[in-house]
Structures are given as structure tokens and as C-alpha cells.
């Protein structure tokens, strides 16, 4: 463990109160700020913390083996190389991502092979006289402060002090072991795939199933039918011939030539033997029958699953083919045919009009919000019976807000829209349900 003796931080004008702060940063302090800011943890996890407002900044510069250049994760660049900084505080002396007892936080699901130096710099002491007491009135008042660093199972601290120098201050230098990273892949993270459920579903019961933990940004949908893909989404692009995943919007955009902007595709827009997956940050969101899923998993997790692969060998999917080709017996032809004729009836039957807040669903581009009584995905499956179209987000084409408790900002952009905004009562009347 590094330590702060009391008279290297006890200079010029560090009062006692500094030592205190000093001595406070522990780890328990680190568990106590990490829950309150909901910090994430992976399989390495890098956290930094201070007793002041100085807005100082935990960066981590990162070499991958077999890539020509490096890459900085860092409040200008928050995600890299499997790595996420989380959580960053103190930008400004207001408002929820200020504190006086601040924390900083990058974890890595799975960090890739290569060269990794963590480091503190400091963006602005936030210095004012009228604040505080005058305690941070000094702009190179000594700011004590330690980095913990989870690694291998084992925690290690870093403990220093920021004085006002110019230059950033290392607190771990370390390589990690493995393969050279092929340039453009975005680096092997641990994927699981799993096949169509045959009925809508959510990642919430998906990862009950699966039992696989949920972690924002780690669920991934296939492109199953015409999708609008906004900016910014984060796309992974599976090679099932060698069963390999192009990670990163970058890296997919690259491969597929296309641009980097709205995009609007569908699976004849995906080449052969690939399959397109788009990152959601709802745990509730609806994912259709027929659609793949995959989740970014951490090692254990992905070793656990490793032997029901969703990835079938060559023998087997030439196995998988021969089977659908094989030409199908005459009771299996009059099967099909009955199934056929009871899916187009069923199609084509009129769907409820019944009226409710507002009228029937038909034609109408909704959006849910809030916790709802009924499951998500019954919702989802009653509003498009009934002839909606539901959307993920509030916008200018919309029609109705279907709204339960804890609506928030859909709430407000929807009103700010002027559009038509139901609760539940309203919308199951309206579905017939």
C-alpha cells in the first residue's frame, strides 16, 4: 500500500484539516462514493478519489498488442479498448456531478493485451474565496488523493498529492498478457449470442433466463427488419463463418462502407453469413420473436456459457441445411399448408377499434414510458395488434405518451410536443385489453 506520512503533505500552507482528508481516503470511502454515483465494476477497475472541488482527472493511456497507435480513456474520450469511464465529477462547482467528496471511476469487462498506464492530471482547481469558508481559496493549495487500482482479484492503492505542478502524475504502469489484437476488430470483448425465442421478450427476462447480470450498454439487438439506427449507436457485426464480432460503431461503419450518420437498414443491407447487432440501453426494451440478441459478458460469465456456443460448428450447419432443403413428405406439405392458411386468418382479422383516451390505436405511433402494470412486452404485442406502430423514443412523429409512474424527461418532451399523453386505463380500453 502507498502512503501520505504527515510531513509530505503537511507543507507550505496545508492546515490540519488536509491531514485529516488525507487519512480519510480509504476504502471504504471508495465503496461509499462508487454506490452513490452507481459506479460499474468489471473484471479490472480503476477509481480515483479527493476531498476537494478541484475538478481532478483519472486518464488511462492503453497500447494494445498488435495496434500501431494508442488510445487515452479520459473525460474527452470516455470509452476505449473495453474500457468505460463511468464516472467523472467536478466539471463545475454545481449541480448532481459535484462534490466535495469525489469520486472517478474507468472499469474494463474485459481489457484487451497490452501496454496500460493510469495516471491523474488535474483540468481546474475551482478556486473561490466566497465559498467554503475560504478553505479552497488557494489555487496551489496540496489536494491529497488516492487511486485504487482491482486487478487480478487483488487491490492496490496509489496515494499522492496534487500541488499545483504542471505535469501529470503516474500512479501504475503494467502490461497484461495475450494475443496480438488484429487492427480494426475494436478487440475481442466475451460475446454471447443466443437465438430467437419464438415470442417477444425483453433483456430483463432474457438475462433471467440466461442468468446473465445486466449492465447498461451491454445488450445488443439483430437487425431483423427495417431498423432506424440513430447516430451515435454503438454496432458489433458478427462473422459467423469465423466466428468473429467487428466491435465498434467505427470498425462496423469501416467494414460496411457505410456512413457515419442516421442510418436506415435492413438484413438485405447486412453481407451474407453476418449479423448486425445494435447496442440498447433499456433493460425493458422489446426484443420480436425472430430477433438474435447478444450481451458483452465478463470472462466467468462467458466461460460458463461456452459450451452451448450459439455459433454451431461447420458439420452442423451443413447438417442444419440439408435439413431444410430436404424436400418435405406429403403429410408434412398438408401441415404447412393448414398452418399457412391459419396465419394468413389470422393476419388479416380486423383488429380492435374500441375507443379510450382518445380513440382506437389503429394507424397511431406510440411510446411508452413509466412502470406499466402489464409487461412490456404484452403492451408492445396489444398496441401493434391493435394496429400502432410503437416507437423507442418521444419525437415529432409520435402520437400518444402511454405513461406509468416515474415518466420523467418523455414526459415533459411530449408535452413540450403537444401530443396526446394516456395512462394505462386509457391505453388497455384502447387495445381492447
Given at each position: 500500500?502507498?502512503?501520505?506520512s504527515l510531513?509530505?503533505?503537511?507543507?507550505?500552507d496545508?492546515?490540519?484539516?488536509d491531514?485529516?482528508?488525507?487519512?480519510a481516503?480509504?476504502?471504504g470511502?471508495?465503496?461509499?462514493?462508487?454506490?452513490?454515483?452507481?459506479?460499474?465494476?468489471?473484471?479490472m477497475?480503476?477509481?480515483?478519489?479527493?476531498?476537494d472541488?478541484?475538478?481532478?482527472?483519472?486518464?488511462?493511456s492503453?497500447h494494445?498488442?498488435?495496434r500501431?497507435?494508442?488510445?487515452q480513456?479520459?473525460?474527452g474520450?470516455?470509452k476505449?479498448?473495453?474500457?468505460?469511464?463511468?464516472?467523472?465529477?467536478n466539471?463545475?462547482?454545481?449541480g448532481k456531478?459535484?462534490?466535495?467528496e469525489?469520486?472517478?471511476n474507468?472499469?474494463?469487462?474485459?481489457p484487451?493485451p497490452g501496454?496500460?498506464?493510469i495516471?491523474?492530471?488535474?483540468a481546474s482547481?475551482?478556486?473561490e474565496?466566497?465559498?467554503?469558508?475560504?478553505?479552497?481559496?488557494?489555487?496551489n493549495?496540496?489536494?491529497?488523493?488516492k487511486?485504487?487500482l482491482?486487478?487480478?482479484?487483488?487491490m492496490?492503492t496509489?496515494?499522492a498529492?496534487?500541488?499545483?505542478?504542471?505535469?501529470?502524475?503516474v500512479?501504475y504502469?503494467f502490461?497484461?498478457?495475450?494475443?496480438a489484437?488484429?487492427?480494426?476488430?475494436?478487440?475481442?470483448?466475451?460475446y454471447?449470442?443466443f437465438?430467437p425465442?419464438?415470442k417477444?421478450?425483453?433483456?430483463?427476462?432474457l438475462c433471467?433466463?440466461?442468468r446473465?447480470?445486466?449492465?447498461?450498454?451491454?445488450?445488443?439487438?439483430?437487425?431483423?427488419?427495417?431498423e432506424?439506427?440513430?447516430?451515435g449507436?454503438q454496432?458489433?457485426l458478427?462473422?459467423?463463418?469465423k466466428?468473429k464480432?467487428?466491435?465498434g460503431r467505427?470498425?462496423?461503419?469501416?467494414?460496411?462502407s457505410?456512413?457515419?450518420?442516421e442510418?436506415?437498414k435492413?438484413?438485405?443491407d447486412?453481407?451474407?453469413d453476418?449479423?448486425?447487432f445494435v447496442?440498447?440501453?433499456?433493460?425493458?426494451?422489446v426484443?420480436p420473436?425472430?430477433?438474435?440478441?447478444l450481451?458483452e459478458?465478463?470472462?466467468?460469465?462467458?466461460a460458463?456459457?461456452r459450451k452451448t456456443s450459439?455459433?454451431?460448428?461447420?458439420?452442423?450447419?451443413a447438417?442444419?441445411?440439408?435439413k431444410v432443403?430436404?424436400?418435405?413428405t406429403p403429410?408434412a406439405?398438408?401441415k404447412a399448408?393448414v398452418?399457412?392458411?391459419?396465419?394468413?386468418?389470422?393476419?388479416?382479422?380486423a383488429?380492435?377499434?374500441?375507443?379510450?383516451g382518445g380513440?382506437?390505436?389503429?394507424?397511431k405511433?406510440?411510446?411508452?414510458t413509466?412502470?406499466?402494470?402489464?409487461?412490456?412486452a404484452?403492451?408492445?404485442?396489444?398496441?401493434?395488434?391493435a394496429?400502432?406502430d410503437?416507437l423507442?423514443?418521444?419525437?415529432a412523429?409520435m402520437?400518444?405518451?402511454?405513461?406509468?409512474?416515474?415518466a420523467?424527461?418523455?414526459?415533459?418532451?411530449a408535452e413540450?410536443?403537444g401530443?396526446?399523453i394516456?395512462?394505462e386505463?386509457q391505453?388497455?380500453r384502447?387495445?381492447g385489453?
Amino acid at each position: 500500500f502507498g502512503t501520505i506520512s504527515l510531513c509530505s503533505v503537511c507543507i507550505s500552507d496545508c492546515c490540519a484539516a488536509d491531514c485529516a482528508m488525507a487519512l480519510a481516503l480509504d476504502l471504504g470511502s471508495l465503496k461509499k462514493r462508487l454506490t452513490r454515483e452507481k459506479a460499474q465494476t468489471g473484471d479490472m477497475t480503476a477509481s480515483l478519489i479527493w476531498n476537494d472541488p478541484a475538478d481532478l482527472d483519472l486518464h488511462c493511456s492503453i497500447h494494445v498488442k498488435g495496434r500501431k497507435d494508442s488510445e487515452q480513456i479520459y473525460y474527452g474520450h470516455p470509452k476505449g479498448c473495453n474500457g468505460h469511464l463511468d464516472v467523472d465529477m467536478n466539471v463545475s462547482t454545481s449541480g448532481k456531478k459535484f462534490s466535495l467528496e469525489p469520486v472517478e471511476n474507468i472499469f474494463w469487462k474485459n481489457p484487451l493485451p497490452g501496454k496500460y498506464e493510469i495516471f491523474v492530471d488535474c483540468a481546474s482547481m475551482n478556486t473561490e474565496e466566497n465559498r467554503w469558508e475560504g478553505k479552497y481559496s488557494k489555487e496551489n493549495r496540496p489536494v491529497p488523493f488516492k487511486v485504487f487500482l482491482n486487478k487480478d482479484g487483488k487491490m492496490q492503492t496509489f496515494s499522492a498529492v496534487w500541488n499545483g505542478r504542471k505535469d501529470k502524475i503516474v500512479a501504475y504502469k503494467f502490461s497484461i498478457a495475450g494475443d496480438a489484437v488484429d487492427e480494426g476488430t475494436g478487440g475481442g470483448g466475451n460475446y454471447l449470442v443466443f437465438p430467437p425465442e419464438g415470442k417477444s421478450t425483453t433483456f430483463k427476462e432474457l438475462c433471467t433466463k440466461h442468468r446473465v447480470a445486466w449492465q447498461v450498454g451491454c445488450g445488443f439487438y439483430a437487425v431483423a427488419r427495417t431498423e432506424k439506427i440513430h447516430n451515435g449507436k454503438q454496432m458489433i457485426l458478427q462473422d459467423l463463418g469465423k466466428s468473429k464480432f467487428i466491435v465498434g460503431r467505427a470498425n462496423v461503419l469501416k467494414k460496411l462502407s457505410w456512413p457515419d450518420a442516421e442510418l436506415k437498414k435492413a438484413p438485405k443491407d447486412i453481407p451474407t453469413d453476418h449479423r448486425l447487432f445494435v447496442q440498447s440501453t433499456s433493460y425493458n426494451r422489446v426484443i420480436p420473436s425472430d430477433t438474435h440478441v447478444l450481451f458483452e459478458v465478463d470472462a466467468a460469465t462467458y466461460a460458463k456459457h461456452r459450451k452451448t456456443s450459439t455459433i454451431p460448428p461447420p458439420a452442423a450447419k451443413a447438417k442444419a441445411k440439408a435439413k431444410v432443403t430436404a424436400p418435405a413428405t406429403p403429410k408434412a406439405k398438408a401441415k404447412a399448408k393448414v398452418q399457412a392458411k391459419a396465419e394468413a386468418k389470422a393476419k388479416g382479422k380486423a383488429a380492435p377499434t374500441r375507443g379510450g383516451g382518445g380513440g382506437g390505436l389503429r394507424g397511431k405511433k406510440i411510446v411508452f414510458t413509466g412502470t406499466l402494470s402489464t409487461p412490456r412486452a404484452a403492451a408492445t404485442a396489444a398496441a401493434k395488434a391493435a394496429g400502432a406502430d410503437v416507437l423507442g423514443a418521444v419525437s415529432a412523429n409520435m402520437d400518444v405518451l402511454v405513461m406509468g409512474p416515474g415518466a420523467g424527461d418523455k414526459k415533459r418532451k411530449a408535452e413540450a410536443l403537444g401530443k396526446a399523453i394516456w395512462d394505462e386505463t386509457q391505453f388497455k380500453r384502447a387495445a381492447g385489453i
